[in-house]
């Protein structure tokens, strides 16, 4: 499967952002995860969706600020971004795996097929 991330821009701290991961097909058979690189960082975790059933997952830090769902009518993930802060900013990943279970949602070795980022600027 190919995805495509969308949606990265400049925003203000306390802004909104709306990121797009597109999938050429099928995507209901996948669990799709978003992870991001931050400047000289190594990429991490963010937030996670499975392929079936209610299983979401979250990094503790946007918590309560960040919202993942799936339209697989679509073959599209989004990932909601509100109250966004300069810590937030980062190139972000979105991932495919067709195996990933519920317990492994957030490890990046579980999910086979990546798309290329999606750069979001967050200013002071």
């Known amino acids: 499967v190919q995805l495509q991330a969308s949606g990265g821009g400049l925003v203000q701290a306390g802004g909104s952002l709306r990121l797009s991961c597109a999938a050429s097909?099928?995507?209901?058979?996948?669990?799709v995860g978003w992870f991001r690189q931050a400047p000289g960082e190594e990429r991490t975790f963010v937030a996670a969706?499975?392929?079936?059933?209610?299983?979401?997952d979250y990094v503790d830090s946007v918590k309560g600020r960040f919202t993942i769902s799936r339209d697989n009518a679509k073959n599209t993930v989004y990932l909601q971004m509100n109250s966004l802060r300069p810590e937030d900013t980062a190139v972000y990943y979105c991932a495919a795996g067709p195996s990933v279970i519920r317990s492994n949602l957030a490890s990046q070795s579980a999910y086979a097929y990546w798309g290329q980022g999606t750069l979001v600027t967050v200013s002071s």
């Open positions: 969706i499975h392929r079936s059933g209610p299983g979401i």
């Open positions: 097909g099928g995507f209901s058979r996948y669990s």
